[in-house]
């Protein structure tokens, strides 16, 4: 995949990089985009050798601005819930893909790209960026998945308050409020984005992408029947050899080599 078009992706040390590459834009999100991200999560989440992925934007002010708005004022209203079905699905294959993934956000995180970084399972953000769904504020709704992934993260109220007011926070209030999970000092926010992600990285895969699942399905059900899938899916881990060899290396008190299977 090129460097030079909408979305560019390399791998680094087990690590899948995702980048949105319309810094003059400020990675505003359009066809081309979902289509060169969709790719991007099917090369990282088919290769063996990637262990994790990190979703970030080019260059220093913005993670993504989110929707093309020049492209929504000329659209029909058919080709809007296209474009946005096509956003939920590429945005749902980022949250399905069992990779762990995580959101480095460099800077704005607006409507669509906040979607994006909701999307993953963890979030880090640099100093200085700002996290909003300003969709109200243009006659717009949050469709991409804010109105049903924000208020899992933070809550109904607070994420009541974000999406009817169309205000931002800044990282350390989106921190308080559980919207990411590190804030970075600037320089430091691919380190610290690969620091949380090595963490992940060094359980078994298995039993991450079980545990994700997990959670994700349990949102959708009651409290009994996200139980009796925790259930389920800690019986699929007890099945795998990464199983035997973490509880066996506890007992033996040493560190584990998880295989993946």
């Known amino acids: ?5 909408p979305v560019s992706f390399e791998i680094k040390d087990g690590i899948a990089i995702i ?57 029909s209203p058919e080709e809007i819930k296209a474009l946005s ?21 460099n800077g704005y995180a607006l409507g669509g790209g906040l979607e994006l970084a909701e ?7 640099v100093e200085g960026a700002r996290l909003g769904h300003p969709e109200v504020r243009i006659g717009a709704v949050a469709a991409w998945g804010g109105t049903t992934r924000l208020p899992r993260l933070v809550g109904l109220g ?9 205000g931002t926070v800044t990282a350390e209030e989106a921190l308080r409020m559980g919207l990411v999970n590190r804030v970075a000092t600037g320089g430091k926010l691919m380190e610290e984005s690969e620091a949380l992600l090595r963490e992940v990285m060094e359980c078994s895969p298995l039993a991450v992408s079980y545990t994700w699942e997990a959670m994700r399905r349990g949102m959708d059900v009651t409290l009994e029947q996200a139980l009796e899938t925790g259930v ?11 199983f035997r060899e973490g509880t066996g290396a506890f ?3 040493r560190k584990p080599s998880y295989k993946g299977r």
């Open 1 to 5: 995949m090129s460097d030079s078009g």
């Open 232 to 242: 389920d899916f800690f019986g699929l881990a007890a099945g795998t050899d990464d």
């Open 119 to 125: 999307s993953c399972m963890l979030r880090v953000a």
């Open 158 to 166: 607070r994420a009541a308050e974000m999406l009817l007011t169309g």
């Open 251 to 253: 007992l033996k008190k």
């Open 19 to 75: 980048t949105l590459n319309r810094p003059d834009a400020m990675n505003a999100i359009n066809m081309s985009v979902l289509d060169g991200l969709s790719a991007a999560l099917d090369s990282a989440g088919t290769n063996a050798k990637v262990r994790g992925i990190i979703i970030t934007g080019a260059g220093e002010k913005a993670f993504s601005a989110g929707a093309d708005i020049s492209v929504f004022h000329k659209a």
């Open 85 to 105: 079905r096509r956003a939920v699905a590429v945005f749902g294959k980022a949250s399905s893909i069992g990779t762990p993934t995580v959101a480095a956000i």
